[in-house]
C-alpha cells in the first residue's frame, strides 16, 4: 500500500487521532445514508458511495482497536477526510442543482468523479497498512481498494450523453426554425428526454426552471457569454415546453370531460359551497404530506422532501428524527424555505380567491426547534480541536522539518508533500507548522532540480501564506525571488500556477503589492500564465494582476507586459471561467493612458461588452459600464459612435439605468448623457 517513497514515521512516537476518526465516520455515513439518488450520475454516485462505505469499515476497524496512530496515518486520513468531503459536496451538487444542466455537462461531472477517486488513490498511497492492526478481510479490501482506485478510468453514462446531445440537437433545432411551427413532434421528444430525469409535472419544470435561473447566475460571473447563453436557451426550452404540453394536456383532459353525462358534470362542478369545491381541487403538490391540506409556509427539510411549516415542526417537536414521507433519518433539523413553491401556492390563491394566510411556530415551538438545532451543530467535524490533535500536529510538523533539513532528496520530497498536505487543513496547522521552522528550507527547496520537490515545496508556502501572521514570515526569508522565478520557469504547470496562488496571496498585504509589482519578472510571469495556464492557473493570474494593479505604478507594467489583448480573449473563453476577473483587472488599468490607448486599440471589446451588460453578473455588468465609460470619455467619439450604431447597446443601457446596482445604474445614466451629447454634435456640426 505504501507509495513509490518511503514512508516517513516518528521512531519515539505514535499519535492518538480519536477527533479525527470521529469526523471520518461521521461524514462517510452522511455519505452512505444517501438513499434518494438523482436522476443523473446514478452509476458514478453509487459506486462512490460503494467506496465510502469500505472506507467507513477501515475507519471504524481502526476506532475499535483504540491504539494510536503512525504520523503518516494521521496525514493519509487528513487527506481522505478532505477526499470525503469533497465527494458529499459532489453528490449534493446533483442533487439540489439542475438535473437538465448537469445532463448537458455529464463529461464535465463525470470527471470531477474521476478526479475525485484519484485523489483517494493518491491519499492510500501514504497509508501504511503493515503498521496498523486490522483484520485480513479489511486490509485486503483496503488494498482492493487502492489497486482500483489508481487504475480507475472514467466513466461515461452512454444513454446521459446521448439524452444531452439530444437535448443540444434540439436547442439547435429551435435557433434554425421556430419549434412551434413543427407540430408536437419536437415537444414530445423535449417531454421524453425531461421525463428521463424526474420531470413529469409542471411543479416540477417550474422547480427546474429555478434551478436553471441560480445556475445561469453563478456562471454569469465564471462561466463566460456562451455558458450564460446556453442555461438561457435552456430556460427557454423548458418553459416554452411546459406551457405547450400541459396546455395540450388540459385541453385533451377538457374534451374527455366534454363526453360525460350531464348528471357528472352536475355532481362534479355544481357543488354546493365554492370554497369545498376549491378544496377538493387543490393541486396534490401543493398539499402537505402530513396534513394533506394546502400548504401555508412550505419548507425543505433535511431529507429534500418539502412540508407545511407547522405540520412537520410539530412533527419534530414531538421528538421524530425521521422524513415522514421516505422514512430517511434527518441528519439537520433545519427547516429551509421553499420560496419556488410558496410562489406557486401564492399564485394559485389568488387566482382562485383563497386567503394566504401564512402558518407561524409559537415561541416555544421556535425554541424547542433550536435547541434541537444546536444539539446536531456539536456533531459537526472538529479535526484540529482537540489539544491531543494539536500536539500531534507539531510533533509531525518537528519532525518533517527535521527530514527536511537534513535528509535525502527522496525523504525531502516525501517530507514537503506532507508538509504540504498538512498546511491544506486549518490555520492552527498553518501556524504550527511556521512555528516549527519549515519556511527557510522550503524557500531553500524551491531551487531544487527535482520536479516533485519543487512543486511541493512551492504549495506548501501557498497552503501556509493564508494564515496572515505567515505571509511576513515568508516576505522575511526571502521567498518572493523564488517564488517569481517558479512562476516563470517551474518544471510542471501546477508549480508555475501554485506560484501565481501564492503572489495573489501574498499580495493581499498592501505593502507587499508595492514590493512585489517592482520585481521585473513577477508581473510579466503573471501576465504569461495568461495565455499558458490551465483554468484555475489563467484564474490564479488574473486575481494576483488585479491585486498588483490597484497601485497606479504596477498599472502601466501590466499594460506593457501584453495583459489587455490576453484578457479580452479571456472574455470571449467560455471555458476560461474568469469573466469577472478580467473585467476588473480591464477596468483598473483604465486608471493609466497607456492602459486606455491598448483598450481602444480592440475591435471585439466594445460589442462583448454590450453583450455582458445583457448576460453578466452583477459585478460583470458594473466593470463592463465602468469600461464603457471610460473607453467614450476624453477623445472616445470613436467609441461612443460604434455604441450607437449597435441597435442593443441604447436598450441594454436602458434596461440597466432602471433595474442595475447603484453604482450600475450612475454608470449607465452617465454613459446615456455622453451619448446623447455625441447625437446631437453628429446632427449639429459647427461651422
Known amino acids: 500500500m505504501d507509495g513509490s517513497l518511503p514512508p516517513l514515521m516518528v521512531s519515539s512516537g505514535f499519535f492518538p487521532a480519536g477527533g479525527l476518526l470521529e469526523s471520518l465516520i461521521h461524514i462517510s455515513n452522511e455519505v452512505t445514508s444517501i438513499e434518494k439518488f438523482p436522476s443523473v450520475q446514478v452509476k458514478n454516485i453509487s459506486t462512490m458511495i460503494s467506496r465510502i462505505r469500505l472506507l467507513s469499515s477501515l475507519f471504524e476497524e481502526i476506532q475499535e482497536t483504540s491504539g494510536t496512530l503512525p504520523p503518516s496515518s494521521v496525514l493519509c486520513l487528513t487527506e481522505l477526510f478532505s477526499v470525503i468531503r469533497r465527494v458529499k459536496f459532489l453528490i449534493e451538487s446533483c442533487k439540489e442543482g439542475s438535473s437538465l444542466w448537469n445532463l448537458v455537462q455529464t ?77 408536437s413532434s419536437d415537444y414530445g421528444k423535449v417531454k421524453e428526454i425531461l421525463g428521463t430525469i424526474g420531470l413529469r409535472s409542471p411543479l416540477d419544470y417550474e422547480e427546474e426552471i429555478s434551478k436553471l435561473e441560480a445556475e445561469a447566475e453563478k456562471q454569469a460571473g465564471t462561466g463566460g457569454l456562451i455558458v450564460v447563453s446556453n442555461i438561457k436557451n435552456l430556460i427557454s426550452l423548458v418553459s416554452l415546453s411546459k406551457t405547450v404540453i400541459f396546455s395540450e394536456e388540459k385541453n385533451q383532459k377538457i374534451k374527455e370531460d366534454q363526453k360525460l353525462p350531464t348528471a357528472h358534470l352536475t355532481s362534479r362542478y355544481d357543488q354546493p359551497s365554492s370554497s369545498q369545491s376549491l378544496i377538493l381541487n387543490i393541486p396534490d403538490e401543493y398539499r402537505c404530506p402530513i396534513s394533506l391540506d394546502l400548504m401555508r409556509d412550505p419548507v425543505i427539510v433535511a431529507s429534500g422532501h418539502t412540508y407545511d411549516r407547522s405540520s412537520i415542526a410539530q412533527w419534530i417537536n414531538s421528538g421524530h428524527h425521521t422524513c415522514p414521507k421516505s422514512g430517511q433519518r434527518l441528519i439537520h433539523m433545519a427547516l429551509i424555505p421553499n420560496y419556488v413553491l410558496k410562489s406557486l401556492i401564492h399564485q394559485w390563491c389568488q387566482e382562485n380567491n383563497i386567503p394566504m394566510v401564512e402558518s407561524a411556530l409559537s415561541s416555544s415551538d421556535l425554541g424547542r426547534s433550536s435547541s434541537k438545532r444546536k ?153 504569461r500564465l495568461l495565455g499558458e495556464g490551465t483554468t484555475a492557473g489563467k484564474r490564479d493570474a488574473a486575481i494576483a494582476l488585479f491585486n498588483l494593479a490597484v497601485y497606479n505604478v504596477n498599472k502601466v507594467s501590466v499594460v506593457l507586459a501584453g495583459a489587455v489583448p490576453l484578457l479580452i480573449d479571456l472574455l470571449l473563453d467560455d471555458k476560461a471561467g474568469i469573466t469577472d476577473d478580467a473585467l476588473g483587472v480591464l477596468a483598473l488599468l483604465l486608471g493609466c493612458s497607456e492602459g486606455l490607448e491598448e483598450l481602444r486599440k480592440s475591435r471585439i471589446l466594445v460589442p462583448l461588452l454590450i453583450d455582458l451588460l445583457r448576460f453578466g453578473s452583477s459585478k460583470g455588468k458594473e466593470n463592463s459600464i465602468t469600461l464603457l465609460v471610460g473607453l467614450c470619455k476624453d477623445g472616445g467619439e470613436d467609441v461612443a459612435r460604434k455604441l450607437l450604431m449597435n441597435p442593443r447597446s441604447i436598450p441594454s443601457l436602458q434596461s440597466l439605468a432602471a433595474d442595475g446596482s447603484l453604482k450600475a445604474r450612475r454608470k449607465a445614466d452617465a454613459l446615456l448623457r455622453i451619448l446623447n451629447r455625441c447625437c446631437s454634435q453628429s446632427r449639429n456640426p459647427v461651422g
Open 375 to 527: 444539539l446536531c451543530a456539536n456533531a459537526v467535524d472538529h479535526i484540529s480541536a482537540s489539544k491531543a490533535a494539536a500536539d500531534a500536529v507539531k510533533m509531525t510538523a518537528e519532525f518533517l522539518v527535521g527530514k527536511l533539513a537534513t535528509g535525502s532528496p527522496d525523504i525531502q520530497r516525501q517530507a514537503a508533500y506532507e508538509i504540504r498536505l498538512l498546511a491544506k487543513t486549518g490555520m492552527d496547522n498553518r501556524r504550527i507548522i511556521a512555528e516549527a521552522g519549515a519556511i527557510p528550507f522550503l524557500v531553500t527547496l524551491m531551487n531544487s532540480h527535482d520536479p516533485r520537490i519543487q512543486e511541493n515545496a512551492v504549495t506548501a508556502l501557498l497552503n501556509l501564506s493564508i494564515y496572515d501572521n505567515n505571509k511576513t514570515l515568508i516576505m522575511s526569508a526571502g521567498a518572493i525571488d523564488n517564488i517569481i522565478d517558479v512562476l516563470q520557469s517551474g518544471k510542471t504547470m501546477e508549480a508555475r500556477e501554485n506560484a501565481a496562488a501564492a503572489i495573489f496571496s501574498l499580495s493581499i498585504v498592501d505593502d507587499y503589492k508595492i514590493f512585489i509589482g517592482a520585481r521585473p519578472r513577477a508581473i510579466p510571469g503573471l501576465v
Open 107 to 183: 463529461e464535465f461531472v463525470s470527471n470531477q468523479f474521476y478526479v475525485v477517486v484519484k485523489e483517494m488513490g493518491r491519499a492510500l498511497d501514504i497509508l501504511p497498512l503493515s503498521l496498523l492492526n486490522l483484520t485480513m478481510d479489511t486490509r485486503e479490501q483496503v488494498e482492493l481498494l487502492h489497486k482500483q482506485a489508481k487504475r480507475v478510468e472514467l466513466f461515461l453514462d452512454r444513454r446521459e450523453i446521448q439524452r444531452g446531445d439530444e437535448l443540444l440537437q434540439l436547442m439547435s433545432n429551435r435557433a434554425d426554425k421556430n419549434i412551434k411551427n413543427k407540430g
